[in-house]
């Protein structure tokens, strides 16, 4: 599996710009299995490209800025694996006290991943919610930044009204990655 961890974006600001998305499609398209980034300072929304995940920042893990709660928080997340490639990404809210990391802990985990779901595609509103995102439920569906589906098959956008997630598991195994300072 190629992961690749970008270093790029806008200081502060919430979302992923033009630059950042355009540069991301093009590693997918290179042959990136996975695309993890940072720098912002504040999380910025997921995506999923061609099955292929897209973190476009985790925020802050240890940082000393103290001015925001949004450089407060940071997100791990973590990958799960088999034989075929990735199957899952679980999130994982983190919050810094005093420049330690700690997992969010309820009502600030429930609120920070539903301002993440408000900000990534609709599609994936309620796998967010769930802190799971099974890769399996949006094979050869995009659901990019701009919240339009795109589908391999399909010419036209449309939206993206329900998606169900599968009951069935998996054994896996799992890797976890958080963003750093810069």
Do not use: C
């Amino acid at each position: 599996q190629i992961i690749i961890m970008m270093h790029w974006g806008n200081e502060y600001e919430p979302h992923s710009d033009t630059r950042q998305q355009n540069l991301a499609h093009q590693l997918i398209d290179a042959g990136a299995d996975l695309i993890i980034g940072a720098h912002p300072h504040v999380v910025q929304e997921v995506e999923i490209y061609k099955d292929t995940f897209i973190f476009y920042s985790l925020g802050n893990f240890v940082f000393d800025q103290y001015f925001s709660a949004e450089t407060q928080q940071g997100l791990a997340v973590g990958i799960a694996l088999n034989t075929g490639g990735i199957i899952s990404a679980t999130l994982y809210p983190l919050v810094s006290v005093a420049s330690q990391p700690a997992l969010m802990v309820e009502p600030d985990r429930s609120a920070f991943l539903r301002g993440l779901a408000e900000q990534s595609h609709e599609g994936l509103f309620a796998s967010i919610l769930d802190a799971v995102i099974h890769l399996e439920d949006f094979l050869g569906v995009t659901m990019n930044a701009s919240n339009i589906l795109e589908t391999e098959s399909e010419t036209e956008a449309e939206t993206v009204t329900e998606i169900q997630t599968p009951t069935s598991s998996t054994e896996v195994v799992t890797t976890t990655g958080a963003s750093t300072a810069d």
